[in-house]
RNA sequence: GGGUAGGUUGAGCAGGUGGUGAGCUCCGCUGACUGUAGAUCAGCCGUCUUCGACUGUGGGGGUUCGAUUCCCUCCCUGCCCA
């Protein structure tokens, strides 16, 4: 797909930048890592440095100079991650702000208007994300709202330089799920997400509510985001179901706790063993870590708590994640996607 | 040489004025992490046959039913005086 920030070309993977910086890593590091997107996120921004402060300063992109483009979440996630701050009425959220306890509400047209000052290439609707091991009950109510809050959004939307996609809940319950795709999808939404997944249910049902939706979905041309995903082995076991777009702090995240992901599977650098390592974290990678670096030195500075430890562990995770979809894209083209996966599963389990 | 304060599991401590010291923080080891309240969190961290058991409070000796605690002595460390 095309933004004003450039050509996303797909299967991509979006590196996460909730405050408006993707973790230890400067626009530079992104883009040699090949980064095409990144995320930014409603709720954090919104409540600090503040949307209106960032639309004073020249928007998102040039406030943190990322001229690449910038997909903002709504909010929806943190209904769900800050569950105990927030309350949910039909109207919209009240949460006490995680920084100072101070009440901000967030309703559909709001996000959207944040999104909108913030100046995302791709905003997303406000929904509410919930555990699908709740009773089935409690995840369609929340299903139903988040497909009213889904039409607000639609309607709240002004920007026509910015694509809006729209977001399918309904846990794991196969009825819930298509009735809330053919909802979503019936809507004018540039592209649809595919929320409430990778949190917690087991990989079986993730890819079965993926057919799912792939099934209702059927031959829609919008771009299809699988929300909060993924692992190394998902990314495979989503696009075989359609998907285009992914994000997840899984490759920054577990690169700040010292787990790097390599053509070998995953590393855990703060190990005994690496500490007389003097190979590179992956002798197939070119990036500015593996390059210059060696896991013993990795491993010294994760012990020493050393500021550069998470920076080029995530340059590292970044661009290797990165490299991986670009691969998956070229295997895609070649004919070769089982192969890839195959090598792709044997590093990193076929349990993952 | 005299005085004084101390010697507790890798380090630093807590506790214990005669009645079962394995408690804390570091360090160390391992694991987790999926639209980021996460450079975080969890478990382990004397030994063993590990839902428990055993050993352990500088060394030696003494008093006592019982000593980490009281007494003697030696060793070591800090500080003060010579």
């Not at 402060?53 to 483009?69: C, P, Q, S, T």
């Not at 995302?120 to 406000?126: G, N, R």
């Not at 590393?267 to 990678?285: E, M, Y």
């Amino acid at each position: 797909m095309t933004t004003r920030h450039g050509i996303i070309e797909t299967p991509q993977f979006m590196p996460v930048g909730t405050q408006a910086t993707v973790k230890g890593l400067t626009p530079a590091d992104l883009r040699t890592a090949g980064a095409q997107v990144i995320l930014g996120n409603t709720y954090h921004l919104s409540l600090r440095p503040g949307a209106e402060r960032i639309a004073r300063l020249g928007g998102l992109h040039r406030f943190m100079a990322w001229d690449g483009a910038i997909l903002t979440d709504s909010g929806g996630f943190q209904v769900f991650s800050l569950a105990h701050l927030r309350r949910v009425d039909d109207e919209g959220v009240t949460f006490a702000s995680h920084i100072d306890g101070a009440a901000h509400r967030l309703t559909p047209e709001r996000t959207i208007e944040i999104q909108e000052l913030l100046g995302s290439d791709i905003a997303m609707t406000f929904d509410q994300l919930v555990d699908p091991n709740l009773a089935a009950s409690e995840v369609e109510e929340a299903m139903d709202r988040t497909h009213r809050w889904a039409g607000r959004c639609l309607a709240a939307h002004s920007r026509p330089d910015q694509a809006l996609f729209g977001i399918i809940q309904g846990g794991i319950d196969a009825n819930l799920r298509r009735r809330s795709t053919a909802a979503i999808a019936g809507l004018d939404f540039d592209g649809i997400a595919v929320g409430g997944l990778s949190v917690g249910e087991s990989k079986d049902q993730m890819a079965a509510t993926l057919d799912v939706v792939a099934e209702e979905l059927g031959g829609d041309p919008r771009p299809r985001y699988l929300m909060g995903v993924g692992s190394p082995l998902d990314f495979f076991d989503a696009v075989e179901r359609g998907i285009d777009l992914f994000d997840c702090v899984l490759p920054t995240r577990v690169a700040r706790n010292g787990q790097l992901w390599t053509s070998e599977g995953r590393l855990n650098l703060r190990n005994t063993r690496f500490q007389d390592d003097a190979a590179p974290a992956d002798s197939a990678c070119v990036c500015e870590t593996c390059r210059n670096h060696s896991r013993a030195y990795l491993a010294h500075l994760f012990r020493a708590e050393e500021l550069l430890a998470y920076r080029l562990a995530s340059v590292h995770n970044v661009t290797w994640t990165l490299t991986l979809l670009k691969r998956l894209r070229e295997a895609l083209r070649e004919g070769s996607f089982v192969d890839l996966r195959g090598q792709i599963r044997r590093n990193f389990g076929a349990e993952d």
